[in-house]
């Protein structure tokens, strides 16, 4: 199957500016671009279908860029928003850019005869004189056109927000970045989400006018919707993120294995490289038993090992191993038995990320102090008087071992990981004690 024939069967194909670009693919190798705009110092899994969209053009052979909006991240692209982007400042930007161009060296290879390419548009969009740009460039846009767009017309259309001149230019600065990196790297190739189209055409229409004679081309996929209508990439937290300290790998991998089964095969097409044979018995696997999530589990693992590694996934996978039978410690602390140092603390901190904590001093340890008066400090009890009563029915338990005896002390055997103890009270009450 050929590339084109692969993204087509993965539907990520959703509109190509020339019938022919599907041969021209396999005769012709070509050198392509994808846009981000660095609104985040990390890209969310938003991000990932054009991602792994240049990581599938560089598999077949052709060289991918990704171009970091450096200079258009301070303007804010109007499509798909319903107001003005708030502006940022070119620290934030210069910030931005330095932590998504490590997460892109991830996916993309940057050795070898067609290596990819990471570029700033900053660095040309920087240099440029308005007055210059305005008669060089702008000349070769058409109001008429420009207002048309769809990104335009529905703001335009808006009286409570409209649009500004800042974002209504937008356009004109995507379509010079072409220009640009044909100049640079002959790219004749842009890519993007099916709401850049009108962007995408701008760029090319611009390359034809100054470059005559050289011929460009567009693609886009479709942009990621969920079958029952919702947003896509957000969890009841909020974005799902690619760096592991904004979401977990523990979190990043429940977020896939909930994938309803109507998204599962698709989202399996549009994210892993998985074969479309594999994929195909997964497929009937979400019809013929459901109840083993199979293809969630594949999914949530190859996402997990693509972005994370494979040492990550194994801790989430351990994580939600034993979560999944409701007691996360239960798996790592059977009752009487030591402290289990394998567990990583990252994972525990997460997997408990919504259960209130306390920092005590390291000192606490070796103070020979009754663990109910620590926990009276630490707001787990009201008072003494309840953390009694709590032993007395046998509800106390700190890394699964019930506390049985009211004079227990806190000690090193209290803790979870080098500095965590897990107390629980009652049956599903935790608290987090972290010693600093």
Same mark, same amino acid.
């Given at each position: ?255 896939? @294995? +909930?994938? /309803?089964?109507?998204?599962? !095969? ?5 994210? *892993?490289? &998985? %074969? ?66 394998? @567990? +990583?603390? /990252?994972?525990?901190?997460? !997997? ?5 904590? *306390?920092? &005590? %001093? ?75």
């Amino acid at each position: 199957m050929t590339l084109y024939e692969d993204l087509a069967w993965r539907g990520l194909i959703s509109q190509a500016t020339h019938p022919e670009l599907a041969g021209l693919l396999e005769k012709e190798r070509f050198t392509l671009y994808c846009g981000f705009d660095p609104t985040a110092d990390s890209l969310h899994i938003g991000s990932l279908v054009p991602l792994l969209c240049l990581a599938r053009f560089q598999r077949a052979g052709h060289t991918p860029i990704a171009l970091i909006g450096g200079a258009t991240g301070m303007i804010g692209d109007p499509s798909g928003k319903t107001d003005e982007r708030q502006l940022q400042t070119r620290e934030v930007i210069e910030r931005n850019v330095i932590g998504i161009e490590a997460q892109m060296r991830r996916f993309l290879d940057f050795k070898g005869p067609n290596a990819a390419i990471v570029t700033n548009n900053l660095d040309w969009l920087g240099q440029l004189r308005l007055v210059t740009f305005l008669r060089d460039i702008g000349k070769h846009f058409s109001v008429n056109v420009m207002m048309a767009r769809e990104s335009v017309r529905a703001r335009l259309e808006d009286r409570d927000h409209g649009i500004s001149y800042t974002e209504f230019s937008y356009q004109l600065l995507q379509a010079y970045d072409f220009l640009q990196l044909y100049d640079e790297h002959k790219c004749r190739l842009q890519i993007g989400g099916s709401d850049q189209w009108g962007n995408i055409v701008a760029g090319m229409d611009l390359t034809r006018r100054l470059r005559p004679g050289v011929e460009t081309y567009g693609l886009t996929f479709p942009l990621v919707m969920k079958a029952d209508g919702g947003k896509f990439g957000k969890s009841e937290s909020g974005n799902v993120w690619l760096d592991p300290t904004k979401t977990s790998p523990y979190k990043f991998y429940q977020f896939w @294995i +909930n994938t /309803a089964d109507a998204d599962a !095969v698709k989202f399996l097409k549009y994210f *892993t490289f &998985l %074969p479309h044979e594999e994929i195909d018995t997964l497929g009937e696997a979400v019809t013929s038993a459901p109840q083993e999530r199979a293809a969630q589990k594949a999914l949530a693992t190859e996402m997990t090992k693509l972005v994370h590694g494979e040492a990550a996934l194994a801790d989430a996978i351990k994580a939600s191993e034993t979560m999944f039978k409701n007691n996360f410690l239960r798996a790592f602390f059977p009752k009487g038995a030591p402290r289990d140092n394998t @567990i +990583n603390e /990252a994972t525990l901190e997460q !997997v408990y990320a919504d259960v209130p904590s *306390t920092e &005590l %001093p390291f000192a606490v340890l070796s103070a020979n102090r009754l663990l109910i008066d620590v926990l009276v400090e630490a707001g787990v009890f009201k008072s003494k008087g309840e953390a009694k009563r709590m032993v007395q029915n046998g509800g106390l338990y700190v890394n699964n071992a019930r506390v049985d005896a009211e004079d227990a002390k806190l000690t090193n055997q209290c803790l979870t990981t080098e500095r965590i103890a897990v107390v629980r009270t009652g049956k599903k009450n935790y608290h987090l004690l972290k010693f600093v």
